[in-house]
């Protein structure tokens, strides 16, 4: 591969921000909730570079043909690898692409076939882009990306209130909030010189159990649920990302509710169980899609626990990402954590977002 840009290149990060930030000179894209992808080609040589830096090739191959069509013969594109399902992105079918056997690969390519968006330009030709202003490097994206079904340009703003709209409105076709960039930013390798702004909401939940951390006997997530219409307590995701002395003490705080936890424990038979084929129901002790070594094995405990946590989105009937715990609630009764309390976003068609 001869270009002016080689991977691997770590992408340009954001920091967060709790509102849309409206000085002079930001454009706005929509936050797209998929898998950050620079794409590097020379010709018919195309490397798929993930955010850890580990090539995401293997697992889309239908996205390194699309991109022959639509790239220009040598450049380097930073974007986002997403998987759209009806009127919106589906991240767990984006999940399921990462899977060691290659016929199950091209069997979800056809099926569930990924699309990549393109939101900025760091090569082109023998040209490196990187210190140009995002302004320039904009510009010159537009001019050379050839748009396709499974090719496409992210939408982009100037105007605050646009981008405010976009916030509200599209979170219902999947996407997770709005990106801001100063018209003058060169391009940053792993620096946080963005802005984003994500929805949070809060929701009280069950804990039903916890996973040891990695490190010793301190505990590593919260494992969260909420009682679905049939009265059944579905498992929704983990809270995690306490201080280490904070996991020393959940050990102690946790110790009376795991006696006899196990009998009538209403995830008693996913002891052992693993992932579901559709990757919808995913279960407390199921095998790690990314690491297959990884220890997922779970310590039951009497659901009579409630936490409040703060949370970006559900994908599905889960938390797309990790929760935040917030406090204890002993005020509420484990049986009135329900799917009700939670926010669902107004849907939105994903056409209307890809067309810019």
Not at 251 to 272: F, I, K, M, S, T
Request: proline share 7%.
């Amino acid at each position: 591969m001869d270009l002016p840009v080689l991977p691997p290149v770590k992408p340009m990060l954001a920091k967060a921000a709790t509102k849309l930030p409206t000085a002079d000179g930001l454009f706005y894209e929509p936050k797209w909730d998929g898998f950050r992808c620079i794409v590097f080609r020379d010709g018919d040589e195309v490397e798929l570079g993930s955010r850890n830096e580990r090539p995401l090739t293997r697992y889309f191959p239908e996205v390194v043909e699309a991109v022959k069509a639509a790239l220009p013969e040598r450049c380097v594109v930073d974007g986002e690898i997403v998987v759209p399902a009806g009127d919106r992105l589906h991240f767990e079918a984006l999940l399921q692409r990462i899977h060691p056997a290659a016929s199950r690969v091209a069997l979800l390519a056809e099926q569930t076939p990924a699309t990549f968006v393109a939101f900025d330009l760091l090569a082109v030709g023998d040209e490196s882009l990187m210190e140009q202003p995002f302004e320039r490097r904009r510009a010159r994206l537009t001019e050379v990306v050839r748009a396709t079904d499974r090719v496409h340009t992210t939408a982009i703003t100037r105007d605050p209130e646009t981008a405010q709209r976009w916030f509200e409105q599209f979170e219902g076709a999947g996407l997770d909030g709005v990106v801001a960039k100063a018209a003058d930013l060169p391009y940053g390798p792993d620096q946080r010189l963005m802005t984003k702004v994500k929805h949070v909401r809060t929701a009280d939940c069950v804990v039903a159990g916890f996973r040891w951390h990695k490190s010793g006997p301190i505990v590593g997530s919260l494992l969260l649920g909420l009682y679905n219409a049939d009265g059944d307590l579905q498992h929704i995701g983990v809270a995690a990302s306490f201080p280490m002395a904070r996991r020393a003490e959940l050990v102690e705080e946790l110790a009376p509710y795991r006696a006899e936890a196990l009998d009538g424990h209403p995830w008693q038979d996913w002891a052992n169980a693993q992932t579901g084929a559709d990757g919808e129901h995913r279960m407390p002790g199921a095998q790690s899609r990314w690491n297959s070594g990884k220890d997922l094995s779970w310590v039951p405990l009497r659901p009579e626990l409630v936490v409040e946590i703060k949370y970006d989105q559900l994908e599905g009937r889960r938390l797309r990402h990790t929760g935040q715990f917030l406090r204890w609630r002993p005020d509420r009764e484990p049986r009135s954590c329900t799917y009700d309390q939670l926010d669902v976003p107004v849907r939105y068609d994903l056409a209307e977002v890809l067309a810019g």
